[in-house]
């Protein structure tokens, strides 16, 4: 192994991946995500980067993934995924940034040599990558563009395919367990399949036999998974797949997936002839890392049940297993979410258990449900997952149940440690959990949506010149930034009952986000467009994004 950065070789290629010259590229929450044709340097340079990475922990396998998850088929990205499975570490966030944004090829050989002596890199380890896809027309081009930057530096990398997001979680946990106590699964999708699949027949051995579960693909790599599920699954949860277009131009995310439901709160078009009332049907996003229920009425009225739905769902499902195996002491679960999570299922859960509110995305929610032993997360697009802490495994596998109902209530989180994606939000993952738990419980869509009656809530957003200038605290519940507003806001908010309302700038583009609760739908949209109102009086916002509500 070479302890100095193959220069040359990375010269040579990374001349084939020129930086557009004005193009500013930020890794995110969700990595890089722009448009695909703007992307061709940023895989090459991340190629580079997940190999330093793994080089800097010892030769752990990291984790690439091509997708740009929810967002319109035009759009890509891409995110690396340290050992356990988890997000890219937040310091190395800035690294990437700075390596994406070098504007030559000399200053990006600079900047990785920078890198190597700032993170103290022994170029003599080796570097092992595993990558995958989503569905995306612009994908194979970008995957080349990848493979270009593991080979200049030298990479073992393992190609996973056309797969979904937390698919490429599990292998990664999987690769860097193999072999340990804490092995995760077989490193295989057949592996990952079995590990869900048996898990869900333990969870509901002997229970009725359930009703057909509609599934909208949103015409994304969810649909090649889903199909997979369903074949390992059989009569155990029969499913019924939609919008499987996955090789339709301009079909990805388009007028289907977990996002529209979310944001139009209705039904996709495309299945208003096709679900029946009562039936239950779920919503998965592009690459399947988000999960939406639905349901209509017997008068074929809509109803969303979303990632606090979910949360209420699952979290107080395990609280009343931990109970009756006689756990409580030794497990405390918890749950954790963001001010977007409606008032009523805030409520819902305070009186049943701990609930923790973080800042919006995906690292603050994992790392806050980390100091549970049981930690429960979902934001409200229905990204989330269940998180088991080591010590709590090791409870689980150590506990002696003295009755026979102890000993079931053990075998039930014992299996579900096994049927919950751990590593990060899964839609397949959830799904399964969500339908253990309905069967369990012998819920309907419309039982489980009487839990709590949501507050009407409204999502405004306002175009800015700068969306810097506003500044948060509690958890972005709270302006600081620009002064004054926030007085104003309370103002606003004191008028209406059960009136709640924050704001806070978009992580990605020049907009700011105005949330508002209150107990009646027209006082909701009336709060939410009076402090968008504020907020566009005060930041001198875009004419033509005025919303025509307070014109």
């Known amino acids: 192994m070479s302890s100095s950065l193959p220069v040359d070789a990375i010269k040579v290629a990374s001349d084939k991946h020129p930086k557009p010259s004005d193009v500013r590229y930020q890794y995110g929450t969700a990595g890089f995500r722009t448009l695909g044709k703007l992307l061709d340097s940023v895989l090459f340079r991340v190629g580079i ?3 330093l990475r793994s080089k800097r922990l010892d030769g752990k396998t990291i984790g690439v993934m091509v997708t740009a998850s929810h967002n319109p088929e035009p759009d890509n990205g891409v995110k690396l995924v340290d050992p356990r499975g988890e997000m890219l570490e937040a310091s190395w966030e800035a690294h990437a940034t700075t390596l994406s944004n070098a504007s030559t090829t000399d200053a990006f050989i600079e900047a990785l040599e920078t890198l190597v002596q700032t993170a103290k890199i022994d170029l003599s380890k080796p570097a092992r990558v595993v990558y995958a896809r989503d569905t995306r027309p612009s994908g194979p081009s970008l995957v080349n563009a990848l493979e ?13 395919g056309v797969t979904t997001t937390p698919i490429l979680h599990y292998f990664v946990r999987a690769i860097n367990t193999k072999g340990t106590p804490y092995s995760y699964g077989e490193d295989s999708e057949e592996g990952y399949f079995t590990k869900l699949g048996q898990a869900l027949k333990k969870l509901v051995a002997g229970r009725p036999p359930v009703s057909p579960l509609l599934i909208d693909c949103a015409n994304g790599v969810g649909a090649i998974a889903a199909k997979t599920l369903a074949a390992h699954l059989g009569d155990t949860l029969p499913i019924v797949l ?28 495309s299945l208003s002839n096709v679900l029946k009332p009562g039936q239950r049907a779920c919503s998965l996003d592009g690459d399947a890392d988000r999960l939406i229920y639905f349901y209509l009425d017997e008068r074929g009225s809509f109803h969303m049940l979303d990632g606090d739905k979910i949360a209420g769902l699952v979290a107080a499902f395990i609280v009343e297993q931990v109970k009756i195996a006689g756990l409580e002491e030794q497990v405390k679960v918890g749950v954790v979410q963001t001010a977007y999570a409606n008032g009523a299922s805030t409520k819902y859960l305070q009186e049943r258990l701990p609930v923790k509110c973080v800042p919006t995305g995906v690292k603050h929610l994992h790392h806050a449900a980390e100091r549970y032993d049981v930690g429960v997360y979902f934001e409200a697009n229905g ?14 596998r150590d506990y002696q149940p003295s009755t026979p109902a102890q000993s079931r209530a053990l075998e039930n989180l014992v299996s579900l440690t096994e049927l919950i994606n751990q590593t990060v939000g899964d839609a397949l993952s959830d799904m399964l959990l969500v339908e253990t738990v309905l069967s369990h419980k012998s819920y309907t869509g419309v039982e489980w949506d009487s839990l709590y009656v949501d507050l009407p809530n409204r999502l405004v957003k306002v175009v800015v010149s700068d969306r810097n200038s506003f500044k948060t605290e509690d958890a972005e519940r709270r302006l600081v ?8 806001i309370d103002g606003l908010v004191n008028r209406y009952q059960g009136g709640r309302s924050f704001v806070r700038p978009s992580g990605t583009e020049d907009v700011v986000r105005v949330y508002a609760e209150a107990n009646i739908r027209t006082q909701a949209d009336e709060l939410a467009f009076r402090v968008a109102g504020l907020v566009y009086d005060e930041a001198g916002g875009d004419p033509a994004s005025r919303p025509k509500e307070f014109l």
């Open 383 to 396: 990204h989330g997952t269940v998180l088991f802490s080591d010590d709590t495994q090791a409870t689980l």
């Open 481 to 488: 930034s620009p002064p004054g507003l926030q007085s104003k």
């Open 148 to 160: 270009d930057g593991f080979k200049a530096i030298g990479a073992e990398a393992r190609d996973a």
């Open 49 to 51: 980067l997940a190999a």
């Open 242 to 269: 939609e919008n499987t277009a996955i090789t339709t131009e301009g079909a990805l995310n388009n007028a289907c997936g977990a996002d529209f439901v979310k944001t139009s709160q209705k039904l996709p078009p």
